[in-house]
């Protein structure tokens, strides 16, 4: 088992002139490997199907805890592919991100606190983002 706590952000300055804006908070997280999914968790595959996505690539979830069963499941036209999860209030800007998940691996990534709202979830390596790996995650009171 491996436990991963979220990794820190750092600020840069803003330009001479600009307001300075204010640092975005960072949530506690861990990242587990698993090999099923615990009850009530949110499952989610990442794959290489059509390019890098999430299926679904959307989830609800109540405020709180929130648990993500994330499965890599390898694509044999693709190849093996390395993929994690951050969550965040818009695209590259985390509040919480999962450890690497390996080819043909799972874990499960708790972020704790997740207060109500919209908030986007991306993978993280390289640019697959860009390429699509891109979902919402809906947080009900």
Known sequence: MTV??????TATAPPTGAPAAKPVP???????DATVAPSGAISLKLTEDAGP??????????AGN?????ENVLNVDAG????????????RVPLAASQVIRSERSAVF????LTPGTYTFW?????????????????TP
Do not use: W, Y
């Open 4 to 9: 991963t706590p979220s990794p820190a952000l």
């Open 26 to 32: 960072t949530l506690s997280s861990t990242t587990e």
């Open 53 to 62: 996505r999430f299926q679904p690539d959307q989830a609800t979830s109540k």
């Open 66 to 70: 929130v648990v993500i069963f994330l």
């Open 80 to 91: 093996p592919f390395d993929h994690n999860m951050a969550i965040g209030p818009k695209l």
């Open 110 to 113: 708790t972020v704790e606190g």
């Open 123 to 139: 993978c993280q390596v390289q640019d697959h983002a860009a390429k699509g790996m891109v979902g919402t995650l809906t947080i």
